[in-house]
């Protein structure tokens, strides 16, 4: 039996978990981050250590690796390796993105997997936790070559998936252009129209309009959520962003649509400082139409703003700190940083951006901290609206499904500071945020039994 209220045990497990997952980093930082939030609910309700649930949680349903080759457009043959870990149904079919990008190993996809059952649950949407994707990268090839590459995945992956088992969507290296690709050939694998196998899709076939907004919206409007419990708003506020993908874009547009000032964007070469505030629809041409990098951005912006090289965009000074790139991104020396420069609150729009001891700094400091469960599930609940519209063979307008994130931003919000405050650890959302998921996920597997 697990009683993870005491210290001893919860080292226990973790021991366990690392034994039996070896060189998975990634994974065995998530589980940590979460398990050691969870002493207080096991206390006062035993039951749930009494089935086994942690162990359960801990164990993913399915996991599949499968080969995936493909040419490019010399001939020449490239074997790739493709994942999908399903992890946890017992709220609904398996959902969560993938990633392709050449970091990508299990351990990465059991990560975020795991973060995914958690942030599902918290959306309150009927949805499973599930994540994929492959160590492809997609940077640099050509359009051919992308689809060819999609075309290989999904002709083992399709076998796997489908609106009632597990459904895929984007993260990190896909994106519309992708899941075009990808719903083209399970819909001619499998002769069906099938819309709701994927979300991500284009407006016009079957994608839920606000889907690519959601994720960077939803942030802006948890950290909004968080400044308000203190008696201030976005207005005037300056953040600094990182990542020029989808999450970061979608970040600036709605800070800026909030009245605050976005400094920063980044990529893998550095990071853009504009002192007159990102240009969003800059940034949106040089990156999502020209598929450009953001050192042209700074290129053609004018004396406002500078590309730095190899830099760190936490060292920018700012009221609001929202990594939008990737896992680990703002370590403890960011931290630092950040709390020198009288930052009020930090929000993850990327899956586990800030390294635990970064987590714990912060938090010591009184800075307001949304852990990327709470504050990016606006994506993924988005999606579930897109499903729903699927199902039902209707499309939603813009104006109603912001409307439907707003309130699920807000009631994310609001569970995850009641629950932390229930729990006492009032303002401590990565506690609020961990065990009210925590509770819906394992109350429903209690009632399903021993599976
Ligand atoms: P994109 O592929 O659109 O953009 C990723 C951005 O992050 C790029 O600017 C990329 O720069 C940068 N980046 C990626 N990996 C690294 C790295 N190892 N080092 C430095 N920079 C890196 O992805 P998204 O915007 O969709 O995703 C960003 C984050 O948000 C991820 O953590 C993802 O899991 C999370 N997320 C995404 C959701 C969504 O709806 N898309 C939903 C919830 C979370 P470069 O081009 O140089 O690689």
């Known amino acids: 039996m697990t009683r993870l209220d005491t210290k001893d045990s919860l080292a226990s497990l973790l021991a366990e978990i690392e034994y039996r997952n070896p060189a998975q980093p990634e994974f065995h930082q998530a589980a940590h981050e979460v398990l050691e939030t969870l002493g207080p609910v096991l206390a006062v309700r035993p039951e749930y250590a009494e089935a086994g649930l942690i162990e359960r949680l801990c164990e993913p349903e399915r996991q599949i690796i499968f080969r995936v080759p493909w040419q490019d457009d010399r001939g020449r043959v490239h074997v790739n390796r493709g994942f999908r870990v399903e992890f946890n149904s017992a709220l609904g079919p398996y959902k969560g993105g993938l990633r392709f990008h050449p970091s990508v190993n299990l351990g990465i996809i059991k990560f975020l997997g795991f973060e995914q059952v958690f942030k599902n649950a918290l959306t309150g949407l009927g949805i499973g936790g599930g994540k994929g994707g ?12 992308v689809m060819r590459f999609c075309q290989s995945f999904m002709t083992e992956l399709y076998r796997h998936i489908g609106e009632h088992t597990d459904v895929p969507a984007g993260d990190i290296g896909v994106g519309t252009r992708e899941v075009g690709y990808l719903f083209g050939q399970y819909r001619r694998i499998t002769n069906r129209w099938e819309a709701g196998v994927l979300t991500g899709k284009g407006p016009h076939w079957g994608g839920s309009l606000i889907r690519p907004e959601a994720t960077g919206y939803g ?27 989808n999450v970061a874009i979608y970040t600036i547009e709605k800070l800026l649509a909030l009245g605050a000032n976005p400094l920063t964007c980044s990529d893998s070469g550095g990071y853009v400082i504009d002192e007159k505030g990102i240009d969003v629809g800059l940034l949106k041409q040089v990156k999502e139409v020209e598929r450009g990098r953001i050192s042209q951005y700074a290129e053609r912006r004018g004396s406002s703003a500078r590309f730095v090289p190899d830099g760190r965009v936490w060292e920018v000074p700012a009221d609001i700190a929202l990594p939008s790139a990737t896992q680990n991104e703002l370590d403890e020396k960011d931290a630092v940083t ?20 970064a987590v714990h700094l912060l938090q010591q400091a009184g800075v307001a901290f949304g852990p990327g469960k709470a504050a990016n599930a606006g994506g993924v609940a988005v999606s579930a609206l897109e499903m729903a519209q699927n199902h039902s063979r209707t499309s939603w307008t813009a104006t109603q499904v912001e409307r439907e994130l707003a309130l699920i931003m807000c009631d994310i919000h609001t569970t995850c500071h009641e629950t932390a405050e229930r729990y006492g650890a009032s303002g401590d959302y990565v506690t609020g945020a961990n065990i009210a998921a925590f509770e819906r996920v394992a109350d429903a597997m209690l009632a399903q039994g021993v599976i």
């Open 219 to 245: 942030n802006v409007l948890f950290t909004e959520a968080m400044l308000r419990e203190r008696g201030e708003d976005l207005e005037g506020q300056t953040a600094i962003v990182s990542g020029s993908g």
């Open 134 to 145: 492959s160590d492809f990268d997609p940077h640099g090839r050509s359009d051919a070559e």
């Open 338 to 357: 950040l709390i020198r420069n009288g930052v009020k609150a930090v929000s993850e729009g990327a899956n586990m951006p800030t390294t635990p001891e």
